[in-house]
C-alpha cells in the first residue's frame, strides 16, 4: 500500500511549500514593500520631547535689552492621573468653581488627550505658584511646567518688537515645513515675527522609549537621535530706548506716530505710534484679558502707524518739490514767486499763510516762510514742464522723483506689513477725468503742496529727510543692525540694510540750498521758537487738511545741520499747526538723542506735552460709552536707574520676574518697604490704572 | 536487521532531527529571553533566579532531553502496544476535566498536578491520537480505500476536537484536523479534501460577500452547469438531481448554516477575530452566546478589537530587511503585542532580526518538516508511517497557523509556535512527537503492528 500512495507524500510537500510561500510572500509585502509599520512602530514607542530653546533677546543701540526671557510656570495636568485630587483645596487656590474644574479637565483631554499633560492653568502668580507647590501632593496627576516667557523691562516699543502668541492652525498652514506644532510660540508682529526663525532657534528632539502604558522606558538608542536645542540669537537694533520712550510719552493723549532714523546707516532710534500700550500687558496671565480688549478698541492700538498710517505730507513735501524743480532745471535757488496770500493762477484761488510782500522771493525764503503759492507755481512748472511735451509726460517724470524720494512704494523695513502709502498713477487722473489731454496741472494743483491723493507713512517722511540730510541718498531704514554670530544666510538677511541707495543724481548744492531754506525754517521761519539746545537743525512744519476733521499736525527735521546724525518725521492728527504740537516733539527727540539728556526746561516742556490731551471727541466719545479710559492712561516709562525698583514691583504684581536666562525658581513674594517703594515709584497706583 | 533492535539509542536515529530539534528549542529560549530583556537589571543573575520566563523554558528543555532520551531508550513495540490504551484514557481525562477540571485563562482544560504544574489533556491526545490512528489504520484488516474506514478514522480524531471546543480550546480543536494530512497519504480520495477545500471557500464567500448576491451568484453557477451538460440531461436525470440539492446545500449554507455557526455556536470573538481577518466588522449583537453572557453578566458589552494582530503586524514590519537587531526591539521592549512569548513569539524574531531572520527561520522549519517527510517516506510499517505524517501535519498545521495569525492571514487563534513559544506543556507534547518518531524511524526496518 505504502508503494501504492508514494506519489502523495510529494504532494504534501506541495502544500506545504505552497503555505509556507504564502506566508514569505505576507512577509515581504510587511516587512520591505511596505514602510507603515516602522511609522507606526516609531509611533508607538518612540516618545519625542521637544526642548524648547531660549528666544533671542533684542537689545538696544547701547546693548539695553528691549525685551528678556522670564520663567514663568503654568499648572499642568494628566487627566487619567488626576485621581483622588483634593479638588476643593485646588479649586480654592485657584478660586475657580467645581464646574470649572471639570470644564478645564475636559478641555485638557480634547488638546492633548488623556494621556498627556495638559495646561489647566498657565502663568501662575508668584503667590499661586507658592501655594501649589507647598500642595502638590494633594493633587495627583498635576505638576507645574516651567515655560519661558517675554518681559519688557522698559515697558517700551511694543509693536516694534511685536509679540509672541500661540500658533494657531492658520499659521500651522502656512509654515508647514517649518516644523511647528499645535502649542508652540512664534512671533505675530513686529520684529518678533520678521525675525522669528533667528530669535526661536533651533528645538532639540530628545527621544524617549515608552512602553504600552506610556511610560517611558529610558533614551531610545541612547540619545543618539537627540538633537541639541540651539538658543536663539540675539538681536543688536539701533533703537534708543530712551528716545523711543519720549517719542511715546510725547504722544499720550493723542493720536500720531513718530519715527526718527540715524541717516548715516538707516537704522531706526525711535518709531512711536500712539495710542500705544506697555507691552508687558500681552505676555503671562495678563494677556487673556488685554488682548480682546486691544483688538476691539476704537483707538487701534495694535495699528502701527508709523509703518501703516498714510498721511498727506502738507508743507513737510515742499523741499522735495523744490528739489524736483531744481534738478529738472525749471527754477534756479533765486527762483523768486510774488505771493500775496493766495494763488489763483488755477482758477480758484488757493490760501497761503504770509502777505508780505517778498516772502517768496526766492527758494531759501519760501521754505522758511512755507509759502503755499511759491510751491504751487513750482509743482505746475514740473508737470506743464516743456520738456515732456504734456502734463502726463511731465507727472510720469514728477512720479519717478517721487518713488526714488521713497514715497508711494515700501521702503522694506523689517517690520511686516508695511504700507505704501499713495502717490496716485496716471491711470487714476485718467480715470477721474478723462484723456490725459483734458487733464493738466491744474486738476491735481494741490499735490504741490502735499496734498491731493499724497499720502505717505511716517517712515517715508523720515526716510526723506534722511535723504536730503545725506544729500542725494540713503539706507533702507531697518531696526536690526546686527545678529549674534551672523551666518551668511543672516548677513543676507541684512545685506540690503548696508547697501547705499543712492536714488538721484541731484547735485550737492541742490541740497545745500534746500538745507539752508530748511534751517532758515528753525531761525526765522515757521519753527523759529523750536530749539535743540547745542545744535543747529534743520525742519520744515506743516499743517495738511485732511476730511475727517481738524488739520493733521506734521514736522519733519533732521540734525545737526552740518553733519546730520539724526532724521525725525512727527504726526499728531487732528491737532492743528504742525509747528505747535508736532514740532516740539520732533525738537525733543532730537535734543534727546543728540545731548543723551533734555535740560531742565526741555525735561518742563516734555511733560507738559504728555499731559496735552488732544484725542479727538469720536474717540472720547467711543471711550466714555465703552466705559474703557483704561487705554488713555499713560504708560509709565521706567528707566535705568528704576530698573531694580522694577524686578521688586514686577514680583508684587505677580509676574514672576528673574533675570535673562536665569533658571532659578522665583523667590518669594520680597517683604518690599511700602513706604520706601513709593518715595522712589512716581506713580504707584500703577496696577490700578493699568488694569481697571 | 535484528541487531538494529537491539542496539544502544544513537544508532539507526536520525541526527539531523534532533540537531534542528536542539536548535529550534535555542531559538525559543533565545526570543524568550528578547521578549523578558530589561537593560535596567543584569540578565545573569534574573536568569539564575530562575523566575524569569527564559530561565523556566531552558529548565523545561533539560527536562524535555531527558524525556527525550528516555523514550529513544525505550521499545518502539509499546506504542503499537499502548496506542489504544493511550487514546482511551486521554479521551477519559479529557472528559474527566469537565469535572474536576481548572479554569485558566477562560478555559477549563487543565487539570491540576502535584507541584503547581498543570496538565492538559488536549496536549496529550494529540500524541495519543496520533498513536491510535496509526494504530487503526495499520491493522492488516482496515482497508483505507473504504468509506467506512474513511468514517471511523474521522470519528477518532473528531471525538477529542469535540471535547477540545466543549473546554473553550478552539485552536487545539483545529489542530486536529492536521490528521488529514496522514489520511490523504494513506489513501483519502482527493475528492472528499476537493469537497471540504469549496466548503471552506464557501464560508469565506458568505462572510465576504452580501448572501443575496451570492445566492444569485450561485444559481448562476448551476445554472451554466445545466447548459454545460445541455442534451445530456435528458438522457440521465440524475445529474439535474445531484446539481440541484449541491445548489440547495450551497445556498442553505450561505443563508442559514453559517449565520446559525457565527451567531450560535461560536464565541463573539472568534467571530470577531474571522470577521476582522477578512476586513469585516462582526456585529457582537447578534450572537447569542455574547447575549446570554451579557444578561448574566449586566455588563455593557466592549467592543473587542484587532488590537493584537495589529501591534503583531507593527512589530513584524518595523523588523524591516535586517531586522532592528538583538534586543533592540521598540515594540517588544515597550511590551506592545501582547502574548508575546507564547502566542506571538514569532513576533520578537521579526523585529529582531527582520526579513532576512523570518526568512531563515521560516527555512529551517521548511527543512525541519521536509526532514520528517523524508523519514515517513522511509518507513516499513504502515503504522510508523502514519504516525509520521501525523506529527508533520501537526507540526505544519501548529507553524502555519501561529505564524499566519501573527502576520495576519489567519485569524487569532491560541495555539503555540512548536517548541519556541513559551510552556511546558506544549514543549513537552512536541518532544515527546518528534523523539516517538525517532524511536520508530530507528526501528524502520521492523514491521510494526
Known amino acids: 500500500m505504502s508503494v501504492y500512495n508514494q506519489n502523495r507524500g510529494g504532494i504534501i510537500q506541495i502544500i506545504i511549500g505552497t503555505i509556507f510561500f504564502l506566508i514569505v510572500g505576507q512577509l515581504v509585502s510587511l516587512q520591505i514593500v511596505s514602510n ?328 531759501q525764503l519760501a521754505l522758511a516762510y512755507s509759502c503755499n503759492s511759491y510751491f504751487l507755481q513750482v509743482f505746475r512748472m514740473a508737470i506743464d514742464n516743456p520738456k515732456y511735451k504734456s502734463a502726463k509726460g511731465g507727472y510720469v517724470k514728477w512720479k519717478e522723483y517721487m518713488n526714488a524720494f521713497g514715497f508711494g512704494r515700501k521702503l522694506g523695513v523689517d517690520l511686516p506689513s508695511e504700507n505704501k502709502a499713495n502717490i496716485p498713477d496716471t491711470a487714476q487722473y485718467n480715470k477721474d477725468f478723462g484723456n490725459p489731454r483734458y487733464w493738466n496741472s491744474c486738476y491735481m494743483l494741490t499735490l504741490g503742496i502735499g496734498q491731493d491723493r499724497m499720502t505717505a507713512t511716517p517712515l517715508q517722511l523720515a526716510n526723506s529727510m534722511a535723504f536730503i540730510a545725506n544729500e542725494g541718498y540713503y539706507y533702507t531704514p531697518h531696526f536690526v543692525d546686527s545678529i549674534e554670530s551672523e551666518t551668511q544666510e543672516e548677513a543676507a538677511q541684512l545685506a540690503p540694510f548696508r547697501k547705499k541707495q543712492k536714488v538721484t543724481k541731484i547735485p550737492k548744492e541742490y541740497f545745500d ?65 504742525g509747528a505747535t504740537w508736532a514740532g516740539p516733539i520732533g525738537g525733543l527727540l532730537m535734543e534727546q538723542y543728540l545731548n543723551d539728556t ?33 487705554y488713555l492712561t499713560p504708560i509709565e516709562y521706567n528707566n535705568d536707574e528704576l530698573s531694580d525698583i522694577w524686578d521688586m514691583e514686577m514680583l508684587s504684581e505677580g509676574v514672576v520676574k528673574t533675570k535673562t536666562k536665569d533658571t532659578a525658581p522665583p523667590a518669594p513674594l520680597p517683604n518690599t518697604d511700602k513706604t520706601n517703594k513709593d518715595s522712589l515709584l512716581p506713580n504707584t497706583d500703577k496696577k490700578k490704572r493699568l488694569n481697571p | 536487521m535484528a541487531s538494529n533492535y537491539d542496539n544502544n539509542f544513537s544508532k539507526g536515529t ?75 484514557s486521554g479521551l477519559f481525562l479529557m472528559l474527566a476535566t469537565f469535572v474536576i477540571g481548572k479554569e485558566i485563562n477562560g478555559s477549563k482544560s487543565w487539570i491540576p498536578i502535584a507541584g503547581g504544574f498543570n496538565l492538559q489533556p488536549a496536549e496529550l491526545c494529540k500524541i495519543f491520537t496520533a498513536l491510535a490512528l496509526a494504530k487503526f489504520i495499520s491493522r492488516p484488516e482496515t482497508d483505507f480505500t473504504k468509506l467506512k474506514s474513511h468514517l471511523i478514522a474521522g470519528a477518532m480524531i473528531a471525538m477529542p476536537a469535540i471535547l477540545s471546543i466543549g473546554q473553550h480550546e478552539l485552536g487545539l480543536a483545529l489542530v486536529y484536523s492536521a490528521y488529514v494530512f496522514a489520511m490523504y497519504r494513506e489513501g483519502l480520495p482527493p475528492v472528499i479534501l476537493i469537497v471540504l477545500l469549496s466548503f471552506a471557500i464557501l464560508v469565506i464567500a458568505t462572510l465576504l460577500l452580501d448572501p443575496t448576491l451570492l445566492a444569485i451568484i450561485l444559481t448562476i453557477i448551476a445554472g451554466l452547469i445545466l447548459l454545460y451538460f445541455g442534451k445530456r440531461l435528458k438522457r440521465n436525470k440524475q445529474i439535474i438531481i445531484v446539481i440541484l440539492s449541491i445548489w440547495m446545500i450551497s445556498v442553505g449554507t450561505v443563508r442559514f448554516a453559517v449565520p446559525y455557526i457565527f451567531n450560535n455556536v461560536l464565541e463573539c470573538y472568534h467571530s470577531t477575530r474571522i470577521y476582522s481577518m477578512l476586513g469585516k466588522d462582526y456585529d457582537c449583537s447578534l450572537n447569542q452566546k455574547a447575549a446570554a453572557s451579557l444578561a448574566e453578566s449586566g455588563k455593557k458589552s466592549r467592543k473587542p478589537d484587532d488590537y493584537n494582530v495589529k501591534q503583531s503586524k507593527i512589530a513584524i514590519g518595523s523588523g524591516g530587511f535586517w531586522g532592528r537587531g538583538f534586543l533592540k526591539g521598540t515594540q517588544t521592549r515597550g511590551k506592545y503585542v501582547p502574548e508575546q512569548n507564547t502566542d506571538f513569539i514569532f513576533t520578537s524574531i521579526g523585529e529582531a532580526f527582520g526579513f532576512v531572520g523570518t526568512f531563515t527561520f521560516l527555512g529551517l522549519y521548511l527543512f525541519f518538516l521536509f526532514r520528517l517527510i523524508r523519514i515517513a517516506e522511509r518507513q516499513r510499517s504502515t503504522f510508523s508511517r502514519v504516525y509520521a505524517y501525523s506529527v508533520v501535519g501537526i507540526f505544519f498545521f501548529h507553524i502555519a497557523v501561529n505564524i499566519s495569525m501573527t502576520i495576519g492571514l489567519f485569524p487569532v487563534v491560541g495555539i503555540p509556535l512548536p517548541l519556541i513559544s513559551y510552556g511546558g506543556s506544549s514543549l513537552l507534547t512536541f518532544t515527546a512527537l518528534v523523539f516517538i518518531l525517532l524511536r520508530l524511524d530507528a526501528d524502520r526496518q521492523m514491521v510494526l503492528r
Open chain 1, 36 to 363: 507603515k509599520y516602522k511609522l507606526a512602530a516609531d509611533n508607538n514607542a518612540i516618545f519625542r520631547k521637544i526642548v524648547y530653546p531660549d528666544r533671542g533677546i533684542i537689545y538696544d543701540r547701547k546693548k539695553r535689552a528691549l525685551l528678556e526671557n522670564t520663567i514663568s510656570y503654568d499648572l499642568v495636568v494628566i487627566p487619567n492621573e488626576a485621581k483622588g485630587v483634593d479638588t476643593a483645596a485646588l479649586c480654592a487656590i485657584l478660586q475657580i468653581d467645581k464646574a470649572e474644574y471639570s470644564k478645564r479637565i475636559v478641555e485638557a483631554i480634547i488638546k492633548n488627550t488623556r494621556v498627556k499633560a495638559g495646561v489647566f492653568e498657565p502663568f501662575l502668580t508668584a503667590e499661586i505658584y507658592a501655594q501649589l507647590n507647598e500642595n502638590l501632593y494633594r493633587f495627583p496627576g498635576f505638576s507645574l511646567s516651567e515655560r519661558s516667557i517675554r518681559s519688557y523691562p522698559y515697558n517700551t516699543a511694543a509693536l516694534v518688537l511685536g509679540y509672541v502668541a500661540e500658533v494657531d492652525v492658520k499659521f500651522l498652514k502656512e509654515h508647514e515645513s517649518e516644523g511647528y506644532e499645535m502649542g508652540d510660540y512664534a512671533g505675530m508682529i513686529g520684529l518678533e515675527k520678521n525675525y522669528e526663525t533667528v530669535l526661536m532657534g533651533q528645538r532639540g528632539v530628545k527621544r524617549f522609549l515608552r512602553d504600552n502604558k506610556g511610560k517611558i522606558q529610558g533614551p531610545y538608542e541612547k540619545g543618539e537621535f537627540d538633537t541639541v536645542a540651539v538658543a536663539g540669537k540675539n538681536l543688536y537694533t539701533s533703537v534708543d530706548v530712551q528716545v523711543q520712550q519720549l517719542a511715546e510719552k510725547l504722544l499720550q493723549n493723542k493720536i500720531g506716530s513718530a519715527v526718527a532714523i540715524n541717516p548715516k546707516t538707516g537704522g531706526v532710534i525711535a518709531m512711536a505710534s500712539s495710542p500705544g500700550y506697555n507691552p508687558n500687558l500681552l505676555t503671562g496671565s495678563q494677556r487673556r484679558k488685554t488682548i480682546g480688549r486691544l483688538l476691539l478698541d476704537t483707538s487701534r492700538p495694535l495699528y502701527n502707524r508709523a509703518i501703516k498710517g498714510q498721511y498727506p505730507p502738507g508743507s513737510t513735501f515742499k523741499p522735495l518739490g523744490a528739489l524736483i524743480a531744481l534738478d529738472e532745471g525749471l527754477i534756479t535757488p533765486n527762483y523768486g514767486y510774488n505771493c500775496f496770500g493766495s494763488y489763483g493762477a488755477c482758477g480758484d484761488p488757493r490760501k497761503c499763510e504770509h502777505h508780505n510782500a517778498g516772502h517768496a522771493a526766492n527758494l
Open chain 1, 598 to 630: 533734555l535740560t531742565k526746561e526741555s525735561q518742563l516742556k516734555a511733560d507738559n506735552l504728555a499731559q496735552v490731551d488732544l484725542m479727538p471727541q469720536a474717540i472720547k466719545n467711543w471711550y466714555a460709552q465703552h466705559n474703557k479710559s483704561a
Open chain 1, 513 to 577: 540750498v534746500i538745507k539752508e531754506g530748511m534751517h532758515d525754517v528753525t531761525v526765522y521761519g515757521t519753527a523759529a521758537f523750536i530749539k535743540v539746545p547745542g545744535h543747529e537743525y534743520c525742519a520744515k512744519t506743516g499743517t495738511a487738511q485732511n476730511p475727517h476733521g481738524k488739520n493733521h499736525s506734521l514736522f519733519v527735521c533732521f540734525a545737526p545741520k552740518d553733519n546730520p546724525k539724526i532724521a525725525v518725521a512727527v504726526i499728531v492728527e487732528n491737532a492743528g499747526y
Open chain 2, 14 to 88: 536520525d541526527l539531523a532531527v534532533i540537531v534542528l530539534y536542539m536548535l529550534m528549542a535555542c531559538i525559543g529560549i533565545l526570543a524568550i529571553f528578547m521578549v523578558e530583556y530589561n537593560p535596567s537589571t543584569n540578565w545573569i543573575t534574573s536568569f539564575l533566579s530562575g523566575k524569569t520566563s527564559y530561565s523556566k523554558q531552558f529548565f523545561f528543555l533539560i527536562f524535555c532531553s531527558f524525556v527525550g532520551v528516555f523514550i529513544l531508550l525505550m521499545d518502539s513495540k509499546v506504542f503499537t502496544a499502548l496506542a489504544n490504551i493511550l487514546f482511551a
